[in-house]
């Protein structure tokens, strides 16, 4: 697998598990590189490191689903793993 082809993988199974609590070692290891040679790959690909990435991620699906629904925001924020409201308002 080719550096490209592995940071195309992580970026899937980022958006893939945007609602579960995964860190950035799981998507290491999901593309089986070493934490430390990953996020550098990642990095000088993406412009972004990997948490950078899936936060960003995250509020940008979080916040479709605040336009989208009814749902309370306190729930879509644990949903997408921010660990209080506090956390959810300053990712915006």
Do not use: C, K, W
């Amino acid at each position: 697998m080719s550096q490209l082809d592995a940071i195309h993988e992580a970026v899937r199974f980022m958006d893939g598990h945007l609602r579960d609590a995964i860190t950035v070692g799981d998507v290491a290891d999901s593309v089986g590189y070493s934490l430390f040679h990953f996020s550098r790959i990642f990095n000088r690909v993406v412009q972004h490191t990997p948490y950078d990435y899936l936060m960003r991620r995250r509020v940008s699906e979080s916040s479709y689903e605040l336009v989208e629904s009814e749902r309370l925001i306190i729930d879509i924020a644990y949903e997408y793993q921010f660990a209080n409201p506090e956390t959810f308002t300053r990712a915006f």
